[in-house]
Structure formats: C-alpha cells, structure tokens
C-alpha cells in the first residue's frame, strides 16, 4: 500500500519532499530525478532551489521528464523543454546535457518512444519519479484507458485534458492534440514513486488511485503495483480517502531512518 502524507499546504508538502531529494542527492551526487510538469510539482522546485541557495550542488544529477507536446518547437514558450528549462534546469544548477525530455518533433516521432526508452535504459533508470494526478485520473499523459504495461509512446489527449492545460496557453485551441508519455509500465520502473496533489479538485482522483481498484480506467491506480510510494496531498485532496486516520497514525510513527 502507498503510504499517504497529509500536509497542511502545498508548500509544506514541497518543503517535505524536496528535503528527501536534497538527502538522496548529498548521499549521491549523480542522483537522478524523475521530473514532471504543470502547477502541482512548483512547491518541490522552489523548495529544491531554497537547498541549491543554501550550498547543495545539483549539476551532476540526471533528470528524465515524463512528456511532451507533440508539435510544438522546443522553444515554444510551453513546450516542457522550454518549462523544464525555466522551473528545473536553470533555478537547480543542472547540467543541460544531462536533463532529458521527449522528442516531439513531428519529424521524428514515429521513433522518439523508442529513443526515449534506450536513453532511460542506457542510463539505469529514475531513482525518484515526481508524478502529479490529473482530475481524470491520468499520470504522465497516460489518459484512462491506457494500458497499465505501456512504455513511452504517442498519445492523443482528451478535451478534458486540453481544457484542463489551456489555462498556460492564450486560448484552448492552441493546446496540442497529441503528446509523447512515458508509459505507466515505463513510470513504474522508477525506484521510488512521490505523487503529489493539492486542491479539492484533485480528491476524487486521489481516493480512486489510492483506494480504488487498479484499473486502466483510473491510471493512476497504477502505484497500487509498485513497492515504494509516497503520496503526498494536502487536506483538500485527501477529502475523499476513508482510511485518512490509518495513514496519519502511520506517518506519525514512521521511524525517522526510513525517509519518505
């Protein structure tokens, strides 16, 4: 079962979680980092760089983003690797060469899933995968439906999904049809999973992932499979999970050697 932690704020979750990382990276420089995009992660990002200002040295981690646009120019203003470079790269020291985002070039994408694939394998994988949960359900771009054994392909995005991403760009038919994601079989590969959510809008994709079935319908039931998961949602999210007392008995309990 994921162990759940209930925070007061999305700050105070991305204090918490980017103070492991900070912990993982000093006891491994050449840590490497799952990274995802959209509001949700910003309060780790903040928070990791409150540790770069404060002497910790991340240019030797690897990060590895989850999706992108397929279409966009990667200089476009919302393409992830223009997002990654301006809430990641650029505010935690990273080295360019080795932050990873999939290739949407529409040129190339008939193969990009497959490059992507061989990079992650050539490089031994992600130690710590940030996953955000959209109000469907869906991690990375996988939507409902998506198989719980995929690995990085092309994927067309929902109108929920693109409405829900209109709001970075100037009007909703500028938000892409398609994208390139890292599957759920390739998400669950990560050695540790830390999926965040914030705001009532997310409860119900949260209870769903955390106690509903494993079910493509909800894909991000999927941490259900994997051994090491770490939820971590402010009150609002977690309004809809009956085993709220379980978890904060638990939390409260953890021995301080295990971490998150």
């Given at each position: 079962m994921a162990e759940v932690v209930i925070v007061e704020s999305p700050e105070a979750g991305g204090v918490l979680v980017a103070g492991h990382i900070a912990t993982q990276v000093r006891a491994d420089p050449e840590f490497t980092l799952g990274v995802a995009t959209g509001s949700t992660p910003l309060p780790v990002y903040a928070a990791l760089e409150r540790e770069r200002a404060?002497?910790?040295?991340?240019?030797?981690?690897?990060?590895?983003?989850?999706?992108?646009?397929?279409?966009?120019p990667r200089d476009h203003p919302e393409s992830y690797h223009s997002v990654i470079r301006r809430e990641v790269t650029e505010p935690l020291g990273l080295d360019p060469a080795r932050v990873h985002v999939p290739d949407g070039d529409e040129a190339t994408?008939?193969?990009?899933?497959?490059?992507?694939?061989?990079?992650?394998?050539?490089?031994?994988?992600?130690?710590?995968?940030?996953?955000?949960?959209?109000?469907?359900?869906?991690?990375?771009?996988?939507?409902?439906?998506?198989?719980?054994?995929?690995?990085?392909?092309?994927?067309?995005?929902?109108?929920?999904?693109?409405?829900?991403?209109?709001?970075?760009?100037?009007?909703?038919?500028?938000?892409?049809?398609?994208?390139?994601?890292?599957?759920?079989?390739?998400?669950?590969?990560?050695?540790?999973?830390?999926?965040?959510?914030?705001?009532?809008?997310?409860?119900?994709?949260?209870?769903?992932?955390?106690?509903?079935?494993?079910?493509a319908s909800v894909p991000g039931s999927c941490i259900q499979l994997h051994e090491h998961v770490t939820v971590v949602v402010d009150e609002l999210a977690a309004a809809r999970l009956e085993r709220t007392d379980s978890y904060r008995w638990v939390y409260t309990h953890k021995p301080i050697w295990q971490g998150l």
């Amino acid at each position: 079962m994921a162990e759940v932690v209930i925070v007061e704020s999305p700050e105070a979750g991305g204090v918490l979680v980017a103070g492991h990382i900070a912990t993982q990276v000093r006891a491994d420089p050449e840590f490497t980092l799952g990274v995802a995009t959209g509001s949700t992660p910003l309060p780790v990002y903040a928070a990791l760089e409150r540790e770069r200002a404060a002497g910790l040295d991340f240019s030797a981690v690897t990060a590895f983003a989850l999706d992108e646009y397929v279409g966009l120019p990667r200089d476009h203003p919302e393409s992830y690797h223009s997002v990654i470079r301006r809430e990641v790269t650029e505010p935690l020291g990273l080295d360019p060469a080795r932050v990873h985002v999939p290739d949407g070039d529409e040129a190339t994408i008939a193969t990009a899933g497959e490059r992507y694939e061989a990079a992650l394998a050539a490089h031994g994988g992600v130690d710590l995968q940030l996953l955000g949960i959209g109000t469907d359900g869906h991690v990375g771009f996988n939507e409902p439906g998506s198989s719980l054994a995929s690995s990085t392909r092309v994927k067309t995005l929902t109108a929920r999904t693109r409405a829900d991403n209109a709001r970075f760009f100037e009007t909703a038919g500028q938000v892409p049809t398609h994208c390139i994601t890292q599957g759920i079989g390739t998400i669950l590969r990560a050695g540790h999973l830390v999926l965040l959510a914030f705001g009532a809008g997310k409860a119900t994709a949260v209870a769903g992932a955390v106690e509903g079935p494993v079910t493509a319908s909800v894909p991000g039931s999927c941490i259900q499979l994997h051994e090491h998961v770490t939820v971590v949602v402010d009150e609002l999210a977690a309004a809809r999970l009956e085993r709220t007392d379980s978890y904060r008995w638990v939390y409260t309990h953890k021995p301080i050697w295990q971490g998150l």
